[in-house]
């Protein structure tokens, strides 16, 4: 699989498994995902539903149980210590909800992101200061590149782990929650900068929220539930009514359909079904269409 492949992201029947002493914990159940080269999206779900599992697996940090997992057209099962080393610095870039993960608190903001290039050994970049700058004018934060982490607000700071995780290239920006500690406007520029960082660069970007305005604010969201993807939604823009110029977005939802041709069906669509076991009537109209019912008391 090479690195040209449209599909920088592959994941087939993924799963992780959690296990300790007296315990086992299915974290991922068989989860498909395809996100495509150049794609700007998020993934959401309800706490314990695996999405940060999924973005570990990806970033390189935890290792999948069973499956397949290619990103960039590595094979993340078949990395050794050495290539996984490699493949954080080099291949993926992180920003993490809390800025302590992301930046060195005695570093200005110009020397924090010109940090990982100093491990970029594979591909070294010659002018470090210079894309550093180049770095901090996309993200808005070139006057601030000699202050230090207490002289930044944390919308600033935010910034500043963005342009850090863009200093080596990466084919893939991985967002944990990116915007959880910062107010609404700041969440706003946070969303409008990683539109720019997209458009600009063509980085992929992957922000992993459980917050859906912010889903809202993107093309495509993926939902995970119990491990398993449930359902997508897709942004697509109809014409306003009354000739007015211009175009509003709507979110369409699809479910997705498994290799095994399973589908999750939303809980709160169960529950208005009122079922009394787990069985569905299921038949299919004229038109194509498939349709699930509650059988008859």
């Not at 300790?20 to 150049?38: C, N, P, S, Y």
């Not at 930044?152 to 863009?166: N, P, T």
């Not at 084919?171 to 929650?177: K, Q």
């Amino acid at each position: 699989m090479e690195s040209e492949n449209k599909n920088v992201i592959e994941a087939e029947s993924l799963v992780k498994i959690y296990k300790t002493k007296d315990i086992e914990v299915l974290a991922l159940q068989g989860l498909d995902l395809i996100i495509e080269r150049g794609e700007i999206m998020a993934i959401i779900g309800n706490s314990g539903s695996g999405k940060s599992t999924l973005l570990n697996m990806i970033g390189g940090l935890d290792k999948p149980s069973a499956g397949k997992l290619f990103v960039d057209g590595k094979d993340l099962f078949k990395l050794r210590e050495k290539d996984l080393v490699e493949y954080k610095i080099s291949t993926v870039g992180f920003v993490w909800q809390n800025n302590a993960r992301n930046l060195i608190p005695y570093l200005t903001a110009i020397e924090n992101v010109m940090m990982p290039m100093q491990f970029n050994r594979k591909n070294p970049i010659k002018n470090k200061r210079a894309r550093a700058m180049e770095l901090l004018e996309l993200t808005g934060m070139s006057k601030r590149a000699k202050h230090r982490l207490n002289q930044l607000s944390g919308g600033e700071q935010q910034r500043i782990a963005i342009a850090l995780a863009l200093a080596n290239h990466p084919a893939v920006l991985l967002a944990d929650e990116p915007t959880g500690s910062v107010d609404t406007r700041t969440t706003e520029y946070i969303l409008d900068m990683f539109r720019s960082v997209n458009k600009e660069l063509g980085t992929t970007i992957v922000i992993v929220t459980h917050d859906r305005e912010i889903a809202k604010k993107v093309q495509r969201v993926v939902a995970i539930r119990d491990g398993k993807t449930s359902s997508e939604f897709i942004m697509s823009y109809a014409e306003r009514l009354a000739g007015i110029e211009g175009f509003e977005q709507k979110q369409i939802e699809y479910a997705v359909l498994d290799r095994a041709g399973r589908v999750q069906i939303p809980r709160n669509f169960l529950d208005k079904m009122n079922l009394e076991n787990n069985r569905l009537l299921i038949h299919m109209e004229d038109d194509g269409r498939v349709v699930l019912s509650a059988p008859e008391k």
